[in-house]
């Protein structure tokens, strides 16, 4: 028996993502995900600037792994800050664990840090064929705002830039 009613979706348990730490465990998780989800990876050193107070943030979420040993990063997301304005540099989700809610608790994660940070707006550019994180984006609350053409290389491909007004 179940307090479910039939039909209901299932409820997922509440994800807390932690601020990414200029830490090794931090940086090189977040950095094989960056290694397992794009074609021109940030590396760890790179990074580390999403570690530095008013230029940029990270958040990620862990999970736990073998006994003794670190725990692994499944998801992270960073996000550069000037001014007024923060721009997501990336958002990644090892392959084995998406569609759980790590991308849109770490979308949450940001977008709040960009309120209390009173921003007025956060933007990002996506390849225009990425249907999984554009959905993504507009289920938190970003809108299309234009295109760069041939912004991507490996392969080329044009950027869908949107926009999330933070309120
Ligand atoms: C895009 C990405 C971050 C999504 O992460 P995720 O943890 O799987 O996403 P979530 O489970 O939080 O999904 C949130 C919503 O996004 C949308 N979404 C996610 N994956 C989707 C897919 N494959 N197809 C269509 N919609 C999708 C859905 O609306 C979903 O809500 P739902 O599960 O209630 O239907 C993940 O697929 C990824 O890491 N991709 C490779 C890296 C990348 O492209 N990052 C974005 C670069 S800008």
Redesign the pocket.
């Known amino acids: 028996m179940t307090d479910m009613h039939e039909g209901a979706t299932p409820k997922r348990p509440k994800l807390h993502p932690v601020r990414m730490q200029k830490t090794p465990a931090h940086l090189n998780g977040a950095a094989e ?1 960056e290694k397992l ?2 074609s021109s990876p940030w590396s760890a050193s790179s990074l580390e600037l999403l570690t530095n107070d008013g230029i940029g943030v990270g958040y990620l979420l862990t999970i736990p792994a073998a006994p003794g040993s670190e725990p692994f990063v499944a ?1 992270y ?1 960073g996000m550069l800050i000037t001014v007024d304005e923060g721009q ?1 540099t ?6 084995d ?11 949450r994660a940001l977008l709040r840090h960009a309120k209390d940070a009173k921003l007025e707006s956060v933007s ?4 225009v064929s ?4 554009i ?5 938190a609350g970003f809108a299309e705002a234009g295109r760069r053409k041939g912004f991507y290389a490996k392969p080329t491909e044009d950027a869908l830039v949107m926009v999330c007004k933070i309120k």
Do not use: D, M, S
Not at 90 to 95: F, Q, R, T
Not at 124 to 127: G, I, K, P, T, Y
Not at 130 to 133: F, I, P, R, S, V
Not at 135 to 139: A, F, G, M, Q, T
């Open positions: 995900l989800c794009f998801a997301g997501i990336n958002i990644a989700v090892h392959p664990h998406r569609r759980k809610g790590y991308g849109a608790a770490i979308t990002l550019e996506v390849r990425n249907t999984a994180a959905e993504l984006y507009k289920k």
